[in-house]
């Protein structure tokens, strides 16, 4: 070693440094090599590692599957973002190739204006953008078709979409990986299909939970009066059942015994079950309690849920002017209401609901019941009325009392249940509707189940309006869906499992999970809530004041002068300082509201900003302090 002492230190220093680089070019050809396939996904919603539900649609597929990827290179050029966009597609796609052993073949093809691949683009129904003043298109949408010539398409690749990038491919692969779908049978007074049912008969799209569905399932509109549930039909999904007839319910109910599965959708208040006149001919309540007691739940009468810690907050106008409040019907569900160990429901975000009903258990016998959703322990069964038409958040906000256990809003059905109609099929007759479909009554009666049943049923039918859960936004004359909560994902988890099938429920829009700070929350809360009562307080004593006043008004003198004794001024002048203090309270409370969130900001700052760099400076002036003494330490015993 005494031939490295005679060598320079500044030319050690140099060997030294190149070493270094050497090494680090060799460690990170050495891992990109060694660890190509291996991902490492540190962010919080797992953005970035595939779902067990592709997994699985990529290992069952049985045929060859093409994927064709247009991408127009002019188009990286004027938009960045969309260059990076099409690296991630492409190495994602490459992916798939990779874990389906050869059945899916991706093809890369790059359109140029005019050229032959334009007009497969075109023909294959991607949509181009205008790139400059000549008119040139520019391309970047996928083709799919699998060995019998079926065919999905994405027709452009938005990047608001790209947060769902992995759920939209793996559709495409799932759709032509199965090309004969579940059937879905589809029963609602609502207007789901597009259309209208009841008066003013305006028009409306197509909802687009349903469009969601059908990229999956087969759908068909079932009428709403029927004797016997057709032969052909795998789930129903029976939405907002209202003013059916007996031999409709008694239909289901032995669709159900006899092995049907059924995704059932009630509410004690469906927001969306209002005509746009406003003027409401029926309440808006479901009417399926009957069913619901035999198979073990029951729909809680004239009562929704309010959870004040997955509260929505909403712009209300009071006094003339708009203020933020928590809205505590319109909850925001998340991880924690969930039941992590059903499939259905384990991998979801978020869940919008609005003025969801509540379900209880009832003694029927042989039904197992398991809640696949609730509210926090943090909530209110609030009456019906209180929302329906024009309800006044600032009103259940501030007289919200906490029932301090959590409500039931979603639950699945097992076990062998009874049948709701035990003295048969009812009496003769025909159904009301002469559209309906009257194909007889069930050929037996079924007093139990065949086997256990299989039943999801959800107490909110709002959340299946895009109004909830969604943003539309307009691309080139299409209706693009951007979700904002994972409603839509539930659904179709919820028909694919009752399916029979587990292939997609790890699929999911991978929705950016909110995350606030929950103490900040609670301090909010509080100081708002205690505002909201001395406001309610003060409201209170201007009315009496006014009262008052009337009074002494009533004992104006003929002559039109008002007459005050001591007492009258006292009272009044009492009542101008009793104002005075509590505005003076109000204020207080708003700014100690402040305060409070502003240092609690403040030491939020610090610790992100200021107190890791200073741990770190701290720890290598502690490090160098070190090694110097132990320089010294040896320099001495030498």
């Given at each position: 070693m005494k031939w490295l002492e005679s060598i320079e230190k500044s030319k050690l220093g140099a060997a030294g440094l190149v070493l270094a680089v050497v090494l680090f070019f060799a460690v990170n050809i050495f891992s990109n090599v060694t660890f190509q396939d291996s991902r490492l996904d540190l962010?919080?919603?797992?953005?970035?590692?595939?779902?067990q539900g592709t997994l699985k649609v990529l290992a069952d597929i049985d045929e060859p599957i093409v994927i064709r990827l247009f991408y127009t290179k002019l188009l990286g050029q004027r938009s960045p973002r969309h260059a990076t966009y099409f690296e991630r597609v492409r190495e994602?796609?490459?992916?798939?190739?990779?874990?389906?052993?050869?059945?899916?073949t991706l093809e890369v093809i790059k359109p140029e204006p005019f050229s032959d691949s334009e007009d497969r683009a075109v023909a294959a129904g991607l949509q181009g953008i205008p790139l400059n003043d000549s008119g040139d298109l520019g391309y970047f949408g996928l083709a799919g078709a699998n060995s019998t010539d079926d065919r999905a398409s994405i027709p452009f690749f938005t990047t608001e979409r790209e947060t769902f990038l992995e759920y939209d491919l793996t559709r495409i692969v799932h759709t032509l990986a199965n090309p004969e779908r579940t059937v879905v049978g589809l029963m609602s007074p609502l207007p789901m299909d597009g259309g209208?049912?009841?008066?003013?008969?305006?028009?409306?799209?197509?909802?687009?939970?349903?469009d969601q569905i059908s990229e999956f399932f087969e759908v068909r509109t079932l009428p709403m009066e029927l004797?016997?549930?057709?032969?052909?039909?795998?789930?129903?999904?029976?939405?907002h059942p209202k003013?059916?007839?007996?031999?409709?319910?008694?239909?289901?109910?032995?669709?159900?015994?006899g092995g049907g599965r059924a995704l059932i959708f009630v509410d004690a208040n469906a927001e969306v079950d209002v005509p746009a006149d406003g003027r409401m001919r029926s309440l808006p309540r479901s009417e399926f309690n009957k069913n619901l007691n035999a198979w073990g739940l029951n729909l809680a009468d004239n009562k929704v849920a309010g959870d004040l810690d997955t509260a929505r907050r909403v712009n209300v106008r009071v006094g003339g002017k708009m203020n933020v409040v928590d809205y505590v019907v319109w909850l925001a569900l998340g991880k924690n209401n969930f039941d992590a160990r059903d499939a259905v429901i384990g991998d979801i975000l978020t869940l919008n609901v609005a003025s969801a009903g509540i379900l209880e258990k009832t003694d029927a016998p042989g039904a197992e019941i398991q809640p696949l959703i609730t509210t926090g322990a943090n909530a209110m069964s609030i009456d019906a009325e209180k929302v329906m038409m024009q309800p006044d958040p600032v009103a259940l906000f501030r007289d919200f009392e906490s029932g301090k256990k959590p409500l039931m809003l979603a639950a699945r059905v097992r076990g062998k249940v009874k049948t709701a109609f035990p003295d048969g099929p009812p009496?003769?007759?025909?159904?009301?509707?002469?559209?309906?479909?009257?194909g007889g009554t069930p050929p037996k009666h079924l007093n139990e189940s065949s086997g256990p049943v299989n039943l999801i049923v959800v107490a909110d039918?709002?959340?299946?309006?895009?109004?909830?859960?969604?943003?539309?936004?307009?691309?080139?004359?299409?209706?693009?869906?951007v979700p904002f909560a994972n409603n839509a994902d539930f659904v179709v988890n919820a028909l694919d499992n009752l399916g029979g099938s587990d292939a997609l429920i790890g699929l999911r829009g991978r929705t950016e999970s909110a995350r606030p700070f929950h103490l900040v929350q609670e301090i909010r809360q509080a100081a708002e809530r205690k505002y909201r009562d001395k406001e309610k307080s003060l409201q209170a004593k201007l009315e009496d004041v006014r009262s008052k006043l009337e009074n002494l008004q009533r004992r104006r003198g003929t002559e039109g002068d008002m007459v005050l004794n001591p007492d009258d001024k006292a009272a009044i002048e009492d009542f101008r300082i009793q104002m005075i203090v509590v505005r003076k309270g109000l204020r207080g409370v708003q700014r100690e509201l402040r305060r409070?969130?502003?240092?609690?900001?403040?030491?939020?700052?610090?610790f992100n900003i200021a107190f890791i760099p200073l741990l770190l400076g701290a720890a290598t002036i502690v490090f160098a302090l070190f090694r110097r003494t132990r320089r010294k330490v040896r320099v001495v015993t030498e």
């Open positions: 962010t919080e919603g797992k953005l970035f590692t595939l779902s994602l796609l490459e992916r798939y190739a990779d874990l389906s052993q050869g059945k899916v209208a049912t009841r008066p003013p008969f305006n028009a409306g799209p197509r909802w687009a939970v349903l004797r016997q549930i057709p032969e052909d039909i795998d789930i129903l999904m029976l939405v003013g059916m007839n007996d031999f409709t319910r008694y239909a289901i109910d032995q669709f159900v015994l009496p003769g007759g025909t159904p009301k509707n002469e559209n309906a479909k009257a039918v709002d959340m299946l309006h895009e109004r909830f859960w969604s943003e539309i936004r307009n691309l080139m004359g299409q209706r693009i869906f409070e969130i502003d240092q609690l900001d403040a030491m939020l700052k610090f």
